[in-house]
T-cell receptor
Framework: AQSVTQPDIHITVSEGASLELKCNYS??????LFWYVQSPGQGLQLLLK??????LVQGIKGFEAEFKRSQSSFNLRKPSVHWSDAAEYFC???????????FGPGTRLSVLP | KAGVTQTPRYLIKTRGQQVTLSCSPI?????VSWYQQTPGQGLQFLFE???????NKGNFPGRFSGRQFSNSRSEMNVSTLELGDSALYLC??????????????FGPGTRLLVL
C-alpha cells in the first residue's frame, strides 16, 4: 500500500546536539515531498519542500533535508538543535497523480537542556 | 500578507448536534483543503475545494461536508456529531493553479470537543 512512514514516534536530544528525523515513502514515482512542524496547539508550519533538482534542500530555522531516490527517503536534519525546536514534525507527500497531501504519523521531538 | 485564519478556535458540542467551521485562505489562494487531526489517526485529508468546486475527497462519511464561496472562503460542516469527531480541524490554502505539488499553508486549527 502507498504510504508515508516516520519510524520514530518520539526522539529526545540534548540542546546543541545534531538531529536527524527519518521519512520514507512508498510510491512508484518520485512524489513532491514536504516537512512541516507543529508546535503544541498550533497549525503546521512549512519547513522545506522538494519538487525536483538539487536533492539537498535548505529550509527555515536551520533545517535541511536530503532526498534519496534509491532509498525512497527524505530525512530531515539539523546540525545543532535549540530548545525551541521541541515540537512535532510531519513528513508529507503529494503523489504526482493527485493533489491531496498524505502525512506521515509524525515524530515528536523533545530537547533536553 | 495575512495567513490562513480559522474560526472559531475552540468549540464544545454534544452528540447529535451539528457544527460549522470557517476558514479564510491567504489572499489570492484559490484552493482550500481540510484535515482532521486526532492522536490515534494522525492527520487525515477530508476534502479540497478549488473555485467553489470540490476537487478531491478523503475517506470520511457523508456527515462531513464542505463548501467554498466565490471569495475562496470555505466552511466545513459536520452533522450528527459523534464522540469520535473530537479533533483538531485544520484548514490549508494554496495557489493550486495546477494540480499536484502546490505548497499548502495551514491555519491554527479549530479544536472541537464533542461531549
Amino acid at each position: 500500500a502507498q504510504s508515508v512512514t516516520q519510524p520514530d514516534i518520539h526522539i529526545t536530544v540534548s540542546e546543541g546536539a545534531s538531529l536527524e528525523l527519518k521519512c520514507n515513502y512508498s510510491y512508484g514515482a518520485t512524489p513532491y515531498l514536504f516537512w512541516y512542524v507543529q508546535s503544541p496547539g498550533q497549525g503546521l508550519q512549512l519547513l522545506l519542500k522538494y519538487f525536483s533538482g538539487d536533492t539537498l534542500v535548505q529550509g527555515i530555522k536551520g533545517f535541511e533535508a536530503e532526498f534519496k531516490r534509491s532509498q525512497s527517503s527524505f530525512n530531515l536534519r539539523k546540525p545543532s538543535v535549540h530548545w525551541s525546536d521541541a515540537a512535532e514534525y510531519f513528513c508529507a507527500v503529494v503523489p504526482l497523480y493527485g493533489q491531496n497531501f498524505v502525512f506521515g504519523p509524525g515524530t515528536r521531538l523533545s530537547v533536553l537542556p | 500578507k495575512a495567513g490562513v485564519t480559522q474560526t472559531p478556535r475552540y468549540l464544545i458540542k454534544t452528540r447529535g448536534q451539528q457544527v460549522t467551521l470557517s476558514c479564510s485562505p491567504i489572499s489570492g489562494h484559490r484552493s482550500v483543503s481540510w484535515y482532521q487531526q486526532t492522536p490515534g489517526q494522525g492527520l487525515q485529508f477530508l476534502f479540497e475545494y478549488f473555485s467553489e468546486t470540490q476537487r478531491n475527497k478523503g475517506n470520511f462519511p457523508g456527515r462531513f461536508s464542505g463548501r467554498q464561496f466565490s471569495n475562496s472562503r470555505s466552511e466545513m460542516n459536520v452533522s450528527t456529531l459523534e464522540l469520535g469527531d473530537s479533533a483538531l480541524y485544520l484548514c490549508a490554502s494554496s495557489l493550486a493553479n495546477r494540480q499536484g505539488g502546490e505548497t499548502q499553508y495551514f491555519g491554527p486549527g479549530t479544536r472541537l470537543l464533542v461531549l
